[in-house]
């Protein structure tokens, strides 16, 4: 019986956010995000889902990143632990299929620090050694060994309209190769 937040004994919970103001998306669970709250502990099962409304990309504009909140949270017992995440949804195509987005994992594979992105030089780059990538995530410089992380997006049907669905995964720092790190 584990104590990271990789446990297999534990259930993990997401609330999302919108930062800058399309969308608040709250609940959900194994390690993924969900629209309709369940009650905190409550599991609404594992896989992709829903993150946030087609309709309310639609407007994204091209390598121009959203950023969206998310609260991770694992129930030990009668204990809950939250841990905040980014995850940031990027138009790399024109369309409406999950082809023109890719979501990506902010956690900088150097080191573990959280990726900022620079909207005036329209890229990301890590606070902590300065490793730089493009609005998709391709790595352009500095000494993060391998791309940004994208996570599986696909689009679904929800409450009966298109959502983009997302499944949240932590992976290995400080490898060239991406690999998944524990289970949700
Ligand atoms: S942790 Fe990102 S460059 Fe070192």
New binding site residues.
Partial sequence: MGNGPDSDDRRNFLRISVIGGIAVITGGVGAVSAFIPPKLGESVGEGPQPLVPMLKLGALVKDKPLKLQISLSARDGWRLRTREQLVYIVRIADGEDAAAFKVLNPI?S????T?DYHEKDAQFV?P????EFKSDGTKTK???PRDMDPLEASIADHNGQPWLFVSWQDFVIGTEERTVRGGA
């Fill in positions: 900088c150097h080191a573990g620090c990726i890590c902590c050694h300065g490793a500095g000494p993060a």
